[in-house]
């Protein structure tokens, strides 16, 4: 089963005093590598943030944004800064003496100001806050998974619908090819002809015509394309992370129909070659999105 690794996924919960909103987002990446954005207090708890989400996510650049905050009263405790209310009246003070100095400044004037207030969260037990952060954070998990599963299944449609393109090509390809060497004799028999006035070794002739045989035959790299479809369409039904093979095989793929396109003679084929790799492209930027 293919896993895209775009995806997005929330979770949250409110319990023991606790408010904890878990949003996770992935995209592609060649590696596992994430991102957290969690407050200063829940940073005791990172290691298993991560491990939790290391045993669910193998690959993609993950972002991880926490919001928490505390309801209970018990837990917090309102205090005042200060040293920037000191810092506040002193440009009061300043506004005052210079520009204003009949505006009178009050206590719910002063309450406006930015964080002269400040909710103060006492200490508290953090194995408490990991049960319930645990939960909102599975919730997440388990919906990002859920929508990189829906996303690799239309993927893995898509892919499956280049592939037999792809094979249709390759059938073109082999049929014409076996037509391929009876053109260049015709070809070769009839300038031969031409140029001596049909005095030549028929021997010679046939000599001349299996080497080249020898050189523009392309069947074993048919057979090998038509093995890694084949190979492809069967990894993609793993239940373990295949993106990274489906990329060597793609770039395998490649190899041979350019292999191919090099040896061909046959503007048929030729063509038929463009083609395959228009298929083949499609194929590889589906790819990079795979877990």
Known sequence: MLKSMTGF????????????????????????????????????????????ITNNILRGRVEVNIFFETYDRSINTLEVDKSLLNQYFEIIKYIKQNYLPDENIKVRDI????????????????????????????D????????????????????????DILNEISDKIEKRSSLMIDTYRDKLRSRIEELTNGDFDQYRLMTEVALMADRISIAEEITRLKSHIMQFKTSMESNHPVGKKLDFITQEMNREVNTIGAKSIDLEISNSVIDSKHEIEKIREQVQNIE
Do not use: Q
């Open 9 to 52: 996924g929330r979770g949250e919960i409110r319990k023991n005093g606790f408010y904890i909103n878990v949003e996770i987002k992935t995209v592609n990446h060649r590696f596992l590598d994430v991102v957290y954005r969690l407050p200063k207090l829940l940073s005791g708890l990172e290691d298993r943030i991560r491990n939790l």
């Open 140 to 163: 997440s998990i388990n919906n990002l998974v859920d929508m990189r599963i829906r996303e690799g299944i239309k993927l893995h449609n898509d892919i499956c619908k280049n592939l």
């Open 111 to 138: 309450l406006l100001f930015p964080e002269i207030i400040k909710v103060k969260s006492v200490d508290i037990n953090l194995n408490e806050v990991w049960e319930v952060l645990k939960s909102a954070l599975i």
